[in-house]
Structure formats: C-alpha cells, structure tokens
C-alpha cells in the first residue's frame, strides 16, 4: 500500500466537497478550488474522512494513489488555512511597493519589474524588502514564489537578490590577486 496513499483526509469544520465523477470541488472559507482527480482512483466519503482506494497493486497505480490522495488534501488545506510563501530582497537599493494588487519590484535593473497578482493570490509587503505571497492554490502560490525569484536570483559571490526567508545561498571565494 502507498504509505501516502491510505492516510486518511480530515475535513475541518466548514470545508464542503463535491464530486462528480472525476471532478471535485472543495469549498471552504479561504475559497474554492476544483480538479479533475484521476477516475482510476475511487474517493469514498464517511463523514468528514475521505479515504482513497485503487483497484489493484501495479506500479502506475501506486503512484496515482499517493499523488491523487495528496493533491486532494492540498486543496483541503488550502481552502481552510491556506498556503504562503516569504520572500526577502538582498542587495542596495533593492526594494519593492505594492501598487494596486501588483508588486513593483525595484532590482538593480535600468527599470523595474511589475509582477501582476494571479487570480486568488495576494501579497503583502511589509517592509520595502519582504514579500509574502498567499493563495488557497498550492501550485499557483509556489510558481508565483518561484517567478518573484527569479527575476533577480540570489548570486554566490555576495549573495545578492530575491532569495526565500532561511534559503541557504552558498559563497564562493572572489578572485584573488597575485
């Protein structure tokens, strides 16, 4: 059995789910989020626990059970507390303002970067070197992350740029002369 596969989902209080078929909806106070889970994987409801089962032991199904029960529980999670990631800026003069719902990002460039908030993501500044991206969507919070950072990557020489809060940024050794 996936390890992964047979935990069993809690619902929180407030968290509603629907399923038709191979759609599901999970609705809670953070929001709404729908996917099209795989129909090799049946989903049976006893309450508030879910439980995934799959028809038999190959190995294509093991893997579609572990990732099926994940990317559910993802969706619960992030309807009812939702995902964040921070972000921190590195460097002279780097800094950022929100605009609107938009981030202006000021990074050492001849102009500065607009980054528009995707549908269901926030962000807060707050201060003009921190950015704290938050959305109930796992996947779209993390590649909004991972965008911010790479406009302006962290260097290994003084460790410059967008890195996330606690990254570890080795340095390297600068040259030397003779």
């Known amino acids: 059995m996936s390890r992964i596969g047979k935990k069993i989902v809690v619902l929180p209080a407030g968290v509603e789910v629907k399923a038709d078929g191979s759609n599901v909806t999970v609705k809670g106070p953070k ?10 994987i049946s989903m049976k409801q006893e309450g508030s626990e879910i439980t995934f089962t799959r028809p038999d032991d ?7 059970h572990g990732t099926t029960r994940a990317n559910f529980n993802n969706m619960v999670v992030g309807v009812s507390v939702g995902f964040k990631k921070e972000l921190e800026l590195r460097g002279v003069g780097y800094r950022v303002q929100l605009k609107g719902k938009n981030l202006e990002l000021n990074l050492g460039k001849s102009h500065s970067d607009v980054v528009e908030a995707p549908t269901g993501i926030t962000f807060t500044v707050s201060s003009v070197t921190s950015i704290v991206v938050e959305g109930a969507n796992k996947e779209v919070v993390g590649e909004t992350a991972a965008y911010i950072r790479s406009l302006r990557p962290p260097e290994p020489y003084k460790g ?5 809060v606690g990254e570890y940024v080795k340095h390297k050794e600068g040259k030397t002369g003779k």
Request: a positive charge; proline letters at 0%; aromatic letters at 4%.
């Open 31 to 40: 929001g709404e989020l729908s996917r099209t889970l795989s129909s090799k």
């Open 58 to 64: 190959t190995k294509e199904m093991k893997t579609i």
């Open 160 to 164: 410059k740029g967008v890195r996330y």
